[in-house]
């Protein structure tokens, strides 16, 4: 049978609750394995709340943190509220972590250190698990209500080499955000296996998610226009020196002008920095023709165990965008 990664795709918490969860709804009929529902507590609704609401109004479809960080959420309650919700819907929880972005820019903080977010990590699978963990303080403490350990898998976000190599040490998988081309996927599966090997973990048993900004249009500069903020927030966190030329200063640019209360803006002022050749190398855009040979292409990429879309922005609403995905991309991808 040939490789074919599952798909999942992101869903922004600033719509009112009905729709999300309508959304979602949508999602599972048109076969998603997964959504992940963004944590930023300023701009998005609550994510623990939008976890339980889609879980309660769905039956199949597996639902995400995508991504929660220990700059706002302490281990001990996020483990527990992840718990619960896999105790009332097994199987169905994933968990994804990173360091932070518009979670707490818009709180003047910083993203957590990777010291923090492994220390995080460790004890959020070990309290999982139904194990005793020390934190910060020297206190120990477990889950006392659990009645069993959880099995819910927890994949870490990165968007450079010390994150990835952390991602592959700690977690039970990699949400790569470091583009779609083969090259940058490359990159990261490289960085993925020296963390692996460092850990004498074996990388081919880690998760591989790549994090995949999706603008679809009638046109081809529709579908470009739809995707620049998400490739905006997608970079953000990239190394200068990958870039050259006028791109490195527009990115350089991004990092200095990024409006983080507009980070789930579908066309916010820092997205025209993003250049044509950028979205090209880091999403999946144009009109429905475009769509499906760009996502067919990086699907076949063979180490990848899940394609997700972040697909908020434009024109158009995710409701909008999920039926268009049904009507001329999903069928011809084989979903």
């Known amino acids: 049978m040939p490789h074919r990664p599952k798909l ?11 729709q ?63 718990a619960t919700l896999e ?9 994804g972590v990173g360091t932070g ?37 020297g206190a120990r403490g477990s889950i006392t209500w659990m009645e069993r350990p959880s099995d819910a898998p927890v994949f870490v976000a990165a968007s450079g080499p010390r994150m990835t190599r952390l991602a592959a040490s700690t977690s039970d998988g990699v949400i790569l955000l470091q583009g779609v081309a083969n090259d940058l996927l490359d990159r990261g599966i490289d960085w993925m296996t020296e963390g692996a090997k460092a ?8 998760s591989v998610t790549c994090w995949t900004p999706l603008g679809i249009g009638e046109t081809s500069a529709a579908g470009r226009d739809d995707v620049r903020a998400r490739v905006a927030s997608s970079i953000m966190q990239a190394n ?10 527009s990115l350089l640019r991004l990092r200095s002008s990024y409006d983080s209360y507009k980070h789930a803006s579908s066309k916010p002022d820092h997205s025209s920095l993003i250049s044509d050749r950028m979205i090209e190398r880091y999403a999946v ?4 023709a475009e769509i499906v040979d760009q996502l ?7 180490r990848l165990d899940r394609v997700v879309l972040s697909c908020q922005g434009g024109s158009t609403s995710l409701d909008d965008v999920l039926r268009r995905l049904e009507k001329s991309v999903l069928p011809k991808i084989g979903i």
């Open 8 to 18: 999942g795709i992101a869903l922004w918490g600033t719509h009112p609750m009905p």
């Open 20 to 82: 999300l969860i309508k959304q979602v709804q949508i999602a599972e009929a048109l076969g998603f394995e997964s959504v992940w529902v963004i944590d930023s507590q300023l701009i998005c609704r609550d994510v623990f709340v939008t976890l339980a609401a889609c879980l309660a109004n769905t039956s199949r479809i597996k639902l995400a943190t995508g991504v929660t960080q220990p700059k706002t959420r302490h281990v001990s309650a996020a483990a527990s509220a992840l």
């Open 87 to 95: 105790e009332c819907y097994p199987g169905r929880v994933l968990v």
């Open 101 to 137: 972005f518009s979670s707490v820019r818009t709180l003047g903080m910083r993203a957590a250190k990777a010291s923090e977010l492994e220390a995080f990590v460790t004890r959020l699978r070990k309290l999982l698990r139904k194990q005793e963990v020390e934190f910060e303080n």
């Open 199 to 206: 850990a004498d973990r074996e990388a081919n048993e880690l």
């Open 240 to 249: 200068p020196d990958w870039f050259e030329g006028e791109e490195r200063e």
């Open 285 to 288: 855009s144009g009109d429905a």
């Open 296 to 302: 067919a292409s990086l699907m076949a990429y063979p």
